[in-house]
């Protein structure tokens, strides 16, 4: 079992920055590719970014692409979302997950992950 915390959301005006943080516990954090999702009210729960299990590699969404930053620490058991220049599109609860895939092509994916949080929410204003 993993379990997943994230925290770092909240409200900000448009062009501003958040940084969210998912902290794991349980089973071995580094073995687990990391993602974060997002889902507006009315919507399905989209991908944002994911990052390998050594954080050689991240993937983004085309919509975050240049504004967002996915970082992880093994050490510290934590995954990072770093959010620039935020529009209010970005609005939704945040969800960090870990996944056992290996296949990058396969992180976009809601089915592939095992674990998730419970999400934070990010508000952005216009």
């Known amino acids: 079992q993993v379990q997943l915390v994230e925290s770092g959301g909240g409200l900000v005006q448009a062009g501003g920055s958040l940084r969210l943080s998912c902290a794991a516990s349980?089973?071995?954090?580094?073995?687990?590719?990391m993602g974060w999702f997002r889902q507006a009210p009315g919507k399905e729960r989209e991908f944002v970014a994911a990052i390998s299990w050594s954080g050689g590699s991240a993937y983004y969404a085309d919509s975050v692409k240049g504004r967002f930053t996915i970082s992880r620490d093994n050490a510290k058991n934590t995954v990072y979302l770093q959010m620039n220049s935020l529009k209010p599109e970005d609005t939704a609860v945040y969800y960090c997950?870990?996944?056992?895939?290996?296949?990058?092509?396969?992180?976009?994916?809601?089915?592939?992950?095992?674990?998730w949080g419970q999400g934070t929410q990010v508000t952005v204003s216009s």
């Open positions: 349980g089973r071995t954090f580094s073995s687990y590719a």
């Open positions: 997950a870990a996944t056992s895939s290996i296949l990058l092509r396969l992180w976009v994916s809601v089915p592939e992950y095992d674990y």
